[in-house]
């Protein structure tokens, strides 16, 4: 479905009883971020959410995407994995053989989709450039400030316009940009992004590189920035299918080379100078749940603002999961998933990111298995895989149809995966590209993989026989919190209640390698007798919260470095922080994100006038006593 502009989503939106409209003032800085916080973490109030008084002249919609609900709303679909059924089924039609000319024909109507799909550059102005600003200013818009420790205000769901030089090929991707003054914002573009290597290409030309922000129009359009497309294929290729509609574009006023959707509902237009000096940019709340630290990034320069007459101004917030960004990555998830499987790793029958693991960071797989090795072949295959390469850990296991287990069922796959892992065999490490947002890298975006091979083994993978688990009656978590004052917490649900043989600590570090010789004296205990993994978290995360203890351990693990193997083969998994002073680790480590206490009251203060019900208290309230110090950066003796 096509949506002729973010107003005509909005409308969708309010009939399906998804929007929430919030008539009084609410300050773009900090204010609007700590209510969608408030309401993307409560799941029955979870509601796009629509800020009419923002001090500026223009709406702002925030969370529009975030939930499965609205993602398919957005999409069109009545769930996600229609798109999937889509996508499958016209790889089929146009890879099948075709044996004679009639069915050679009958394909026509296949290739005509194509080009319907394909956007088309129209003549003359578009509804995006409706109002073109006097004098072109950043600050008229609502633009953000999310965070407390966030290096300023910003474009959170910018649309970025770049081209090749050399061969004019679009991209468009998603970066954040912090806003310097009226007309200068940074561009965020990491080393791996396509954006990233236009700029280069221009440094090498010595050329002036235009760039185009779009902002709303049909949703689409916002997911289609964000999707990991192979290099060269056109995001609008993408949009048009998705909404079985062309997408319009119209030519920018001032930077004429760039093409941008002539439905939008602003359009920033400008220029990267390359060999203008580097700008300090950040910190920023991010998707991991942590601040990204600042670095040197380049400056866009500002020529133009053009908007519609009803423009709505488009935002989201990040920051500790979940948030909006979940159900972005979950329609990647069910999006890509056709593709992956068709053209890479055809045994992959279905595949999930939990939202703890913050799209990277934790993925699960399953497979048709047929033969022994195979496990390994295709974890080989997806850390190739595109934006795969970045994935930290990998879990496989069976197809439903052979492990009768749905890949959402975490309880029970759990279980089945560990049943089927012998730790020293069937558990693999790795190195390679990481995301430079991942902190816990020795090296910038370099860093350590893991993949848990979870399929039932076949008789030349298995080395030792597998024995069902029971807890040891002699087990006591009392008895090793005595022996050992370091550890403040263990949780031994998975082990206790559902048999699966895995344990949580959680362990205040106070000496080089403290982590890793407490696991070699914890395997001496009694009751450790079958227990195959055991994961190691801060002292300050709330043990008995699996959630979060998954999303600090998958952020604060390289897999490679802080891995050990203590008595009988249990595997030790160190998700601590790291420091210079216990770990020689060099990179500066980011606190988690939280809102500050004068926000904090400010919000409850104006809750009752807002018209959203009874007042929903701030999830950052949990996380304060897990911040180490204050700022973005967790300073070494914190």
Known sequence: MAYKSLRAFIEALEQAGELVRIKTFVDPVLEIAEITDRVSKTPDRNKALLFENTGTDFPLLINSMGSERRMCIALGVNTLDDVTRDIEDLFKKLSAPKNGILEKLAMLPQLSKFASWMPKVISGRGACQEVVMEKPDLDKLPILKCWPEDGGRFITLPAIHTKDPNNGIRNIGMYRMQVFDSTMTGMHWHKHKVSARHFNEYKKLGKRMPVAVALGGDPVYTYSATAPLPENVDEYMLAGFLR???????????????????????????????????????????????????????????????????????????????????????????????????????????????????????????????????????????????????????VLTDSVAASGIKIDDYKALTKYVIDNVNPVTDIYF???????????????????????????????????????????????????????????GINEKLAKEWEIPVLFVSVKKERPHHVSELHQQLCQQPGLD??????????????????????????????KRDNFFGGSNILGLDGTRKTKKLDNFDRPWPNIIVGNDETIAAVDKKWSQLGMGEIIFSPSLRYKTQLYGGGATVLDSE
């Open 244 to 394: 079985k509609k062309k997408v319009e574009l119209v030519r920018c006023i001032t930077q004429p080379e760039l093409e941008v959707p002539a439905d939008a509902d602003f359009i920033i237009e400008g220029y990267v100078e390359p060999d203008e000096d580097l700008i300090w940019e950040g910190p920023f709340g991010d998707h991991t749940g942590y601040y990204s630290l600042p670095d040197f990034y380049p400056r866009f320069h500002v020529t133009a603002i053009t908007h519609r007459k009803d423009a709505v101004y488009p935002a989201t917030i990040v920051g500790i999961p979940p948030q909006e960004d979940a159900w972005l990555g979950k329609a990647t998830e069910r999006i890509f998933l056709a593709p992956i499987k068709m053209t890479m790793v055809p045994e992959i029958t279905d595949m999930n990111m939990p939202v703890e693991g913050v799209f990277h960071n934790l993925v699960i797989t399953a497979i048709n298995k047929e033969y022994a090795g195979q496990g390994p072949k295709v974890m080989n295959a997806m850390w190739g895989a595109g934006q795969m390469m970045f994935n930290k850990i990998l």
């Open 430 to 488: 790795s190195q390679g590209p990481m995301d430079v947002l991942d902190h816990s890298c020795s090296k910038l975006g370099f860093g350590g993989k893991m993949c848990i091979d979870g399929t039932k083994k076949t008789e030349e993978e298995i080395s030792t026989p597998f024995v069902p688990f029971k807890l040891q009656p002699d087990f006591s978590v009392k008895n090793m919190m005595a022996v050992y004052p370091e550890v403040i």
């Open 530 to 559: 079958g227990i195959k993994i055991i994961l190691y978290v801060e002292h300050t995360v709330k043990i008995n919260d699996i959630a979060d203890v998954l999303w600090r351990f998958c952020n604060n693990l390289d897999p």
